[in-house]
């Protein structure tokens, strides 16, 4: 005989009294934070001064160019308050003012000479410093550390004379050679220290391949100078770009002087109109910037090639 299906047998249900609900799951404990360690408190603090330093580096620029768009009667209204009105005119006022495209192109030819000599006479410079043991070599490379020492202010009277008995007064070549001469001094303390840093196997291997010194300077050396050299060509051209004193003494040619000692004509003694001089010295700088953006890419990629060298 065949014995009937079981059936399962569920468990029996728990009958909840009328009126009564479920007791609440108590809450879950709050995650406790992480501790403030001395890294953690680092960072944040260096994040803060981070953002600090950005907004005040970035404050004053934005001021500017809102001042520079204004009008006239809205700045003496409310210098520091809301714009309630913009305008144009002033850049036209001022590129007319200063002759902008002529000063731009004294100032670009300037700088760029200035740059070229400067690097190449301070990287010729700084490799016999860098590899003759000598004492005299020594005592040459300390007189170029002090040259970085003097300030220009000191030298200017005898740069005058000077200028005046070669009769390089009022011309491109003796700023220029006024230029050279005063960053030459940082250029070699430069290219002296990284080269000290390059190792010697290389020259040897050249010079048993026949290479004389000049070379292996051209062919070995001077390829691996590219992050000395972009560091250094951003610091000078910097410098030179936005230097007033050297132009205003000795280039009394209206038509040949730089942009800066142009847009410095807007400063009276008496009264500064931010809606003029804001947007001179605006014009100044932005070719410069328009470079720096171009070929910051490159600017950024042989600055950084030293850390890998």
Known sequence: ????????????????????????????????????????????????????????????????????????????????????????????????????????????????????????????????????????????????????????????????????????????AGVVFIYTALNLPLAVFFYTSFIRQIPTDLEEAAALDGCGALRTFFVVILPLLRPVTSTLLTFISLQIWNDLLVPLVFLQDPGKRTVMVNAYSFIDPHTVQPTTLFPAALLGVLPLLVIFIFFQRQMVAGMSAGAVK
Request: glycine share 6%.
């Open 1 to 172: 005989m065949t014995s009937p299906p079981s059936t399962p047998v569920s468990a029996p249900e728990t009958v909840r009294p009328a009126g009564k609900r479920a007791a609440p799951r108590p809450p879950a404990a709050p995650r406790a934070a992480a501790p403030w360690t001395p890294r953690r408190l680092a960072t944040g603090l260096g994040t803060t001064a981070l953002t600090l330093g950005t907004v005040l580096f970035v404050l004053p620029f934005v001021f500017t160019i809102v001042t520079s768009l204004r009008t006239a009667a809205d700045v003496a209204r409310s210098p520091l308050g809301i714009p309630h009105s913009f305008t144009l005119k002033n850049f036209t006022h001022a590129f007319s003012q200063i002759h902008y495209g002529t000063s731009t192109l004294n100032t670009l030819l300037i700088t760029g000479l200035s740059c070229v000599l400067i690097t190449v006479l301070g990287a010729l410079a700084g490799y016999p410093l860098a590899r003759i043991t000598a004492s005299w070599s020594t005592a040459v490379y300390r007189l170029f550390i002090l040259g970085t020492s003097i300030p220009v202010f000191v030298v200017v009277a005898p740069l005058y004379l000077l200028m005046r008995d070669l009769n390089l007064l009022d011309t491109y």
